[in-house]
């Protein structure tokens, strides 16, 4: 085993963990939104904004903290994005408005939003062409482990000690935080020197020049159409279920048993995107996201609603791996941060529509059927633009 070998395994390990807390804190918010809606006595508006301030924290820090990771390297913009989320988190629980709750989750969001297409990024320009698809899958993959200790918590901790106790729980990367600081390398790709003579302004321009626009127009409607449907669907998956006649409980019981699903569609994605190429994973596992949404919406009896939420975790989850993978093929070094960023930014202006739509269209007394159509409509919207105009990045050298 050589020190190549071991050093690539070590980063996958520290990303990786720094990927599922942020998947454990996403996770449990939607089951205590669920919660909050009781103790707090929420309109379903209200709780629609509760994901929404989410994203629009992650949407500035997707931008921000992207364009910084071509400045001041990927490492440092890691670091500080997860310090910054686990310490919004656990004051979060201390909370006893919902105005405090809010500016705390922007916080939050913006230390998440960061940190996800940055941690791509620095595995991607770390990894070899022919294993990177499948170790940036694998990376992605410990969001389904972040999610399975969220619904484990939330199924334990919520309601027998609270969404506070819950939330406390999310702030322990903070801890961990500091031990990346020690252990984790910068990307090899990333050179103070080079990024000197550029700046954030030609960055910007860069992403949109004659070269990159076709790739960067397609990532940002990919992009926008997933994190709209994801964090849609995802973040109301226990609501829903409660609004389908089951109890806070069976709710949980059933969206733990759907997040198990996500493992698989990780792991399946990983095995074919170095195979098939990422343009096909990402087409057939959307493709299955949007069928599974549609039967979703429409279920009429538990076990239907059960195995469409089964696949839609397992082609969702699995079609998030190639995307990030995908995205940061797309340009060259000195941008990579920046259109990862940039891209990540948009999608997440598509999270802050998704869960208020939802709210609204709820409130407004509009069937969960419709509901989960458009989103099924949204991601075929996507699936039609990569087909048409995205290109296939399989085995191609970083530079």
């Known amino acids: ?60 820090g997707a931008l921000l903290f992207g364009l910084w990771a071509d400045r001041i390297g990927r490492k440092n913009i890691f670091i500080i994005t997860l310090l910054m989320f686990s310490l919004a988190s656990g004051f979060s629980a201390l909370t006893t408005t919902y105005t405090a709750f809010l500016i705390l989750r922007f916080f939050v969001g913006m230390g998440l939003g960061g940190e996800l297409p940055v ?41 027998s000690f609270g969404w506070q106790i819950a939330l406390l729980l999310g702030a322990l990367p903070a801890f961990y935080a500091i031990y990346l600081r020690l252990n984790l390398p910068d990307s090899p790709a990333f050179s103070p020197k080079k990024v000197e003579k550029r700046t954030i302004g030609q960055n910007v321009r860069d992403v949109w020049s004659k070269k990159y626009a076709r790739s960067t127009f397609v990532l940002w409607v990919v ?11 995802f973040l109301w998956l226990p609501s829903v279920m409660v609004m389908k006649g089951f109890s806070m409980i069976q709710s949980f019981e059933y969206v733990l048993m759907m997040t ?19 343009k096909f994973v ?8 949007a069928g599974s949404a549609l039967v979703f919406g429409n279920a009429e009896t538990t076990v239907i609603l059960i195995t469409a939420g089964i696949l839609l975790s397992f082609f969702n989850l699995g079609a998030w791996g190639a995307l990030y993978a995908y995205t940061p093929e797309q340009y060259p070094s000195e941008i990579r941060g920046t259109g990862a ?36 409509a949204s991601i075929v919207i996507g699936v039609v633009i990569l087909a048409l105009l995205g290109g296939e990045t399989r085995q191609i050298e970083l530079t």
């Open 223 to 233: 992009w926008f159409t997933v994190v709209f449907s994801y964090y849609g669907m």
């Open 119 to 159: 941690a791509s990024t620095l595995v991607s320009e770390s990894v070899p062409a022919k294993d990177r698809g499948r170790v940036v899958v694998l990376l992605e993959s410990f969001w389904a482990f972040g999610w399975l200790i969220a619904a484990i918590i939330s199924y334990f901790v919520i309601p």
């Open 1 to 60: 085993m050589t020190e190549k070998t071991i050093s690539q395994r070590k980063l996958l390990g520290i990303a990786g963990l720094g990927w599922m807390f942020d998947a454990m804190d996403v996770g449990m918010l939607s089951f205590i939104i669920a919660a909050l809606k009781t103790d707090w006595g929420l309109t379903p508006e209200q709780m629609g904004w509760i994901g929404s301030i989410n994203s629009i924290g992650m949407a500035v």
């Open 341 to 376: 960023g940039m891209a990540a930014a948009i999608g997440r202006v598509g999270g802050i529509l998704g869960p208020l739509l939802v709210g609204s269209l709820v409130a407004a007394g509009f069937s969960i059927g419709l509901i989960f159509s458009i989103f099924c």
């Open 282 to 289: 990402l087409v057939t596992y959307l493709l299955g996201t």
């Open 260 to 278: 198990l699903a996500q493992l698989p569609g990780y792991f399946t994605a990983a095995w074919l995107i170095e195979r098939m190429g990422r």
